[in-house]
């Protein structure tokens, strides 16, 4: 079992910044595929931004050019480095791996932009 924990979630107001973080731990051997994907109130959830274990990277045409996401291999460690926030990027974040051929999920962090 991979154990996910997000982290740096909270209030910001319209055109600010947030940096989320993840750390994964456990029984890690393989990890692949790391990224965020977010649920606001009432909607499914979506994919914000997916890493792959080469860096390779995928947006959400939604966050391009707002959202950067990072890895850090050695640390099991996945970011995501939000600007220009707006108010409809609020929702519950969350971390997601994928380690063989099953994905883990972490409990979430809310994030929250006011207008």
């Known amino acids: 079992q991979v154990q996910l924990v997000e982290s740096g979630g909270g209030l910001v107001q319209a055109g600010g910044s947030l940096r989320l973080s993840c750390a994964a731990s456990?029984?890690?051997?393989?990890?692949?595929?790391m990224g965020w994907y977010r649920q606001a109130p009432g909607k499914q959830r979506e994919l914000v931004a997916t890493?792959?274990?080469?860096?390779?990277?995928n947006y959400a045409d939604s966050v391009k050019g707002r959202f950067t996401i990072s890895r850090d291999n050695a640390k099991n460690m996945v970011y995501l480095q939000m600007n220009s926030l707006k108010p409809e990027d609020t929702a519950v974040y969350f971390c997601?791996?994928?380690?063989?051929?099953?994905?883990?999920w972490g409990q979430g962090t809310q994030v929250t932009v006011s207008s």
């Open positions: 890493i792959a274990v080469s860096g390779s990277t």
């Open positions: 997601y791996c994928k380690q063989v051929f099953v994905d883990y």
């Open positions: 456990g029984r890690i051997f393989s990890i692949n595929a």
